[in-house]
């Protein structure tokens, strides 16, 4: 295991994720209806939409912790039945909760490996292999931010940037070809901000897929290529960053309004327009 792997190659032409016909409801409320949504390599994908929305429920089933009631999922170009996140993070899907989920009396090591930490057993016993494992987070962590050489320090005294440094770490080192970002620069400073933005870039390099959760339009407009809008469980618009102003897509975000609908990275499509 070497943290990173090669991914999917652009030039097969060929999504990392294609999101088909998936809906979801939760007893009387569809949070999600009829969602199509695809995910290229080194594409950041900003999801917006106001609070209910269904963007947490679209990521979820992607990550595998809510099973889907119709449609199709495929990474890779193959059909995949997720029945709990173990089985995402085996097909490369990683997500990177808002509250990071860092356990802050641990240093970034350990984080790094936690719960999945690198060893063998001796009878009864686990003995975990400090060395190897230091050596791997420092190796991941410098090819992401070679300015981060706090590995020894308690999580809870790292700034909010160098936490966030951690988590997305973690997620390579676990071979993450599909980052589910929610939320990740809500708590930040600007430079923190631009830090993370750094980051993001870094990983587009590398070939990953990103879809962003955020309710920050600048943020999104920043680091994403492309934003699709979810409006009572649907996409209701999309588009390239370079397509749209800011207003457009806030006019999507409140009222619905739909200039044109992206779900697809391959181009944009008017609404109502079949794909
Ligand atoms: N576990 C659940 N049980 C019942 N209803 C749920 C559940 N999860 C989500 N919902 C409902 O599904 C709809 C979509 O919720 P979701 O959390 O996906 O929205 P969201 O876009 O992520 O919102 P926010 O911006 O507030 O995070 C909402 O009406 C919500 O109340
Ligand atoms: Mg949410």
Redesign the pocket.
Known sequence: MNGIRPLSDPARNQPLVRITGVSKA??G?H?LEDVNLDLWPGEVVGVL??????????MKILAGA?ERDTGVIEVDDRPVDFRKPADAQACGIETIHQSLALADNLDAVSNLFLGREIGWRLGPFRVMDGPQMHDLAKRVISQLNPNFTALTVPCRDLSGGQRQTIAIARAVQFQARILIMDEPTAALGPQETEMVGELIQELKQKGLGIFL?S?DLHDVFELSDRIVV?KN?RIVGGARVEDVTQDEVLGMIVAGNCPAVATAGTGVLQAGESQ
Do not use: D
Request: aromatic letters at 10%; hydrophobic letters at 35%.
């Open positions: 939760f007893g409320v949070a939409g106001h609070n209910g929305a269904g963007k947490s429920t679209l809510y959760i309710h979810m469980g």
